[in-house]
């Protein structure tokens, strides 16, 4: 019995962790920046109104409109593969994922 509360205590922690525009996402939404930042920003504009250094690439702000953010996880859990051929396949874990969404989804709520 007690084990079983633990394990819903568990799931419903994570599951506001991962739920975006929950407060305490400044500091996910800071870590996905980084990321992009890192990994994504030579060829993706990854702000409100930057132009894509490549010009095949879309801003990641219609990324998210386009892609639900629950099918850009999946992908991204499996690694990304566009069919670009400038497009490096990424794999990402999945703490890095959520904040790579939390990132996104910041984009799209304050314009
Ligand atoms: C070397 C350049 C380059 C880098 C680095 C890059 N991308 Fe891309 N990405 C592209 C191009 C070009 C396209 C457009 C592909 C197309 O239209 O076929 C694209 C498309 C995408 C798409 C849309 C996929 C689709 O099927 O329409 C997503 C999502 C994406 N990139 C995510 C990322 C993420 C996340 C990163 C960083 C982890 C990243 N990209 C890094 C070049 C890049």
């Known amino acids: 019995m007690p084990l079983r509360r633990l394990r819903c205590v568990t799931a419903c922690v994570l599951f506001t962790w991962a739920t975006p525009g929950v407060a305490g996402d400044e500091v ?7 990321l992009v930042e890192e990994k ?5 504009a990854i702000g409100r109104d930057d132009k894509s250094p490549h010009e095949k ?11 639900p953010s629950e099918d850009l996880a ?17 794999k990402l874990d999945p703490p890095d ?8 989804n910041s984009l799209s709520e304050n314009p």
């Open 40 to 44: 994504c920003a030579r060829c993706h």
């Open 57 to 67: 690439a879309p801003p990641f702000r219609e990324v998210v409109e386009i892609y």
């Open 97 to 104: 994922i959520e904040a790579f969404l939390g990132y996104l």
């Open 74 to 90: 999946e992908s991204l859990a499996e690694g990304i593969v566009s069919g670009h051929p400038d497009m490096p396949v990424f």
């Open 28 to 34: 996910m939404i800071a870590r996905g920046k980084a």
